[in-house]
Structures are given as C-alpha cells and as structure tokens.
C-alpha cells in the first residue's frame, strides 16, 4: 500500500513573540496509509496541532519534507493539489463556516476550484448525505448545534474531493453528543468510503477507536502502535501528561496490588471479564 | 442602514419575490430615477397608483411597507414645513409678521414629501422581497463588469457574506459578554450619553478581541479550502434572467417613459 502522507525528519521552527526561536515539530518521520483511521494525540504544546496543519501545506517544514499523495508541499505549484487531497477540519464549529447557508458553505472548497455548476450540485448533495446532513441544506448556520457545524464542516471537504480528512480537535468544543455524531461519521467515511482519517484528539475514548494511535510529546513521536498496544502503557502515558482510559488504568493498580490479571486490558468490558475470571473461577 | 436592512426580508414567493436580483436593483434604480421625474400631480399618483399596484403582486402587507418610512419620518416633516414657510411665491395663503405660507410654497413641499415617501417605499420593497444572501448574488453580478476598472466585485461580496454568516454569531457573543460583564457588577443602565458610551468599553473590548481571533481561524480555514480570490471561481447559484424578468424592465421603462412624458411632452392640463 502506498503512504498518502509521508514525512520525513520533518522540523518545524518558529520566532515567538519574545524573538526566541521554538521547536514545534523536531524530527518526525511517519507514515499514514490510504484508508487508515489514525488518531493522534498529545497533551497541549505537544506539537500535534503544528503537526496537522503541514499536511494541508498550511505550515512548510523549516527542515525534512512532508509528501501528501507523493506531492512535495515545499512546491508552490502542488499548493492547491494538495489542499483538494487533503481536507482539514478545525476545533473552533463557528470559526470554519464561510456562507450563511448550509449548501452554501459545502459548496463554498469546490467553487473556489472552479468545479462547473452541475456538478457542483451533485458534489455538494452527495456531501452532505454522506454527512446525514442532506435535510439542513437550506439552513442558517448558527441555528445548527456544534455536531451539525462540525458535520457541515466534514461535507465541506468531501465536496472539495478530499480522500483524506485531517480534523483537529474536531470535538473539543462540543457537548456528548455532538462528540458521538462527529466520532460515528468520521468511522462511517472511513469504512464504507475508505477515507483516510488523521483525527486529532485529546479524548483517550475517541482515539480508541482508531487503527493506530500515535503518540507525541515535546515536538516528537513518543510512541505509536494499536490502540490497545498503546493504552497499556499506562505510566510513559502519564509521564506525557496524558491519561489511560479509566479501564487500563484500574488494571494496571490491580496488577501492581498483585490481582493476577491479563496485559492489554483497555474497555470496561474486557476488564469485567477478567476480574470475572480471576474472582468467580 | 445595515441593521435595518439585515431583518428585513419578507419570506414569500410571489411574482416579485421570483425575480432575479440584478432585476430587482436595476428596476428600482430605474424607478427611483423616474422618481425624480415626476413634477405634476399626475405625475405623482402614477408614481402612488405604481406603488401600491407592486405592493398588491407582492404580496406584503402594506402596512409593513409604509412603516419602512417611519426612519425618515421627521426629516419628512422638516422638509415639508420648511418648504412651506421659506417658499418664496405670489400665492400667500397665510402670514403672521414675517412668516407666510405660499401656495407656491406649500407645493413644493408636498412634493418633495411625497418623494421621500416614494423613494423609501420603493426601495424597501426591493428588500422586504430579496433575501440578504441573494441581493448579495445580484450585487455582485451587477458589479462585475466594472472589474475592469478596479472595483473589487468579488471581494466586496465576499466580505458582505461573511458579514451576514457572523453578524448572529456576534450579537451571541455580546449577549454573552454583557451577562458576563453584569456578573462582574457591571451596570450598562442609567448615566448621561457620555457615561453610557464609557460603559460600553468593557463590552466592545472583549467583542473585538474576539472578532479578530475568529477572522484569523476563518481565513486559515478558507486558505485550507483553497480560497484564492474571485479568479476562477464557479459558483453553484447561477443567476438566470426569465421571462418575467422581463416584463418587469418592460414596467420599469414603461413607468419612466411615462413620467419623462408628463414632464417634457405636450401639456394638457
């Protein structure tokens, strides 16, 4: 399989507002295959935002190189290519609706790259049932929940023709159920449409759900692997100023106080069953 | 004139609510100019007989539209009582030591009046039955071939569109804000005119910062959607003219015609 983007020693360095020089990104070298579910996540200032926006070329590597469907983003002339091929999607719901109407908005990536007219509509119809949107076409945006924006704002890159959707913290500002209708449509694109997903997160729960977890901290990657490879190891996530789900780290306090329990316990349920195991044999 | 226009729109579907927006503009541009034609009193009961003939299609109610003149309503009156008192003429009807009232002048008032009233009637009609979002469409098409000679069409619109997508964001944001500020022992009540002007400062402080933030994230989520101008765009809403387009210039110059004939033409009263 072929990698949709790829970095390599990827170094990002800006000036802060003192005039002191600051490493966000230092050295990441990943991969991301097409149709992959990838969650990333990291606490604050970790670099995970910084490292999200140069996939869409919207920050250029200082050092290394990023390569989104073996496109160069330091060439200005695969800018535009690479913005199609790679839609984003932000925290802020409010902040990322351009039109004062639904259809409006998700037609608003597509019209900027001169998509003719009929198709436009057909774009834009798709996109939004895809997103289970298709009702709120005529819609005024700020009458919608947070979900629904963010929904829209997933329709908007699917109509620009997007195979691969980055989202930032797509879910950091939405009450539960918003953050159940973004989680469920992201994993419903990404198995019935084999969209690549690279969904940044600070919710252990939604990066659970993921084909791989990647972890980072101070600019780098820490760690990578399953979910369940990756949630089990309670203490390095701790020492990151991240939190294991509440199942692994209950498992992990038990094994410590000597409960004889299997490795790679991270839902609730595997951990009732092996208690059940231990304690009802 | 924003705030008055933006609650505006009139949801209906009646003739003149179908019609193309680059219609609606020309087509009061073009009776607003007939407007200014009319000097009789025929000339201005067509002008009224027009008016009401359009609100009738329309389907509005005509209350609505009259109130549209409420705004204006006392530089209305001024105009009229100024005119009546400084018109010069031969007509006095009325004297009391240095003012009097001429016929002449009393006209000459009522007409510039009846103008006023016109003007704001007309052109309130073309928003109670346009929606912001479509004047916007028209504007922009209208304005188009002056790209020529430098009159940023697209960006105008562009920016009117964004005004209309966050106007409501932001006045959730201020209500926001002055409940907060309330918590805060705040009191945006009461004072004189200087006061409450002071007052608002802990209101516009944070509602600015804000804006800023968000037109920051909003222009990086347009770059990220490949925004790049108005150069190659395509839009999905194609504005098309129809047949009722049409006659509606028909009326329109018709309207003109007729009032350029009352003026100029052959007098028979």
């Known amino acids: 399989m072929e990698p949709v983007i790829e970095t390599k020693g990827l170094k990002h360095v800006y000036i802060d507002s003192d005039n002191n020089p600051v490493t966000a990104l230092d050295g990441i070298d990943l991969q991301i295959m097409s149709g992959e579910f990838v969650a990333v996540i990291g606490a604050n200032g970790s670099g995970k935002s ?59 990536g597509p019209e900027n790259i001169g998509v003719p007219t009929e198709e436009l509509k ?17 819609h005024a945006p700020h009458l919608l929940s947070g979900g629904q924006k963010q929904r829209v704002a997933i329709a908007g890159t699917l109509a620009l023709g997007s195979r691969c959707i980055v989202l930032d913290e797509p879910t950091a500002m939405l009450d539960p159920k918003g953050r159940k209708e973004i989680l469920s449509t992201v994993r419903k694109l990404n198995r019935e449409q084999h969209i690549t997903v690279v969904y940044i997160t600070h919710f252990m729960t939604e990066a659970m759900q993921a084909d791989r977890v990647i972890v980072m901290g101070d600019g780098r990657i820490k760690f990578q692997g399953t979910p ?7 203490e390095e996530l701790e020492k990151l100023g991240l939190e294991a789900p509440l199942a692994a780290k209950f498992a992990f306090e038990l094994r410590k106080s000597g409960v004889k329990l299997p490795q790679g316990i991270i839902t609730n349920e595997e951990l009732a069953e092996a208690l059940a195991g231990t304690f009802c044999a | 004139m924003l705030d008055i226009t933006l609650g505006q729109y009139y949801p209906g579907n009646s003739f003149i609510h179908r019609l193309d927006p680059r219609t609606k503009i020309l087509t009061t541009l073009i009776l607003i100019v007939a407007v200014f034609l009319a ?45 009546a008192v400084m018109g010069q003429g031969e007509h006095v009807l009325y004297q009391w030591k240095f003012i009097k009232v001429t016929e002449e002048g009393l006209q000459l008032g009522v007409q510039m009046a009846m103008r006023l009233i016109l003007l704001l009637m007309i052109s309130s009609i073309l928003t109670f039955t346009t929606s912001p979002i479509v004047l916007t469409d028209g504007i922009e098409a209208l304005l188009r071939p002056f790209r020529v000679i430098g009159v940023p069409a697209h960006e105008l619109a562009m920016m009117m569109t964004i005004a209309l997508r966050f106007i409501p964001t932001l006045m959730e944001e201020t209500d926001r804000i002055i409940k907060a500020q309330t918590a805060r022992g705040a009191d945006f009540s009461g004072g004189n005119l200087l006061a409450r002007a002071k007052n608002m400062l802990p ?8 804006a800023f933030r968000r037109a920051d994230d909003l222009a990086i989520a347009m770059e990220a959607r490949c925004y790049r101008g108005g150069e190659g765009r395509t839009r999905m809403h194609q504005l098309a003219y129809r047949s009722g387009d049409g006659l509606a210039f028909v009326f329109a110059f018709a309207m003109i015609g007729l009032l350029a004939f009352l003026r100029w033409g052959p007098k028979f009263i």
């Not at chain 1, 369940?228 to 309670?234: L, T």
């Not at chain 2, 209101?203 to 804000?210: A, D, E, N, Q, R």
């Open chain 2, 203 to 210: 209101i516009l402080v944070p509602l600015f910062i804000s």
């Open chain 1, 228 to 234: 369940r490879d990756v949630f089990s190891r309670v």
């Open chain 2, 39 to 83: 000097n009789s009193a025929i000339g201005y009961a067509a002008l009224c007989a027009m008016v009401l003939f359009i609100i009738a299609i329309s389907g509005l109610p005509f209350m609505l539209v009259l109130k549209s003149v409420k705004p204006l309503l006392f530089i209305i009156v001024l105009t009229l009582v100024l005119h």
């Open chain 1, 122 to 138: 057909q774009r834009v119809e798709d996109a939004l049932r895809a997103v289970d949107m298709l009702d709120y076409r005529e």
């Open chain 1, 50 to 108: 910084t490292l999200a926006r140069h996939f869409n070329a919207l920050l250029l590597p200082s050092e290394g190189s990023v390569n989104v469907h073996g496109l160069d983003t330091l060439d200005e002339n695969n800018l535009w290519q690479i913005r199609q091929d790679t839609g984003m999607v932000f925290q802020n719901p409010d902040n990322q609706i351009v039109a004062a109407v639904v259809e409006e908005d998700v037609a608003f």
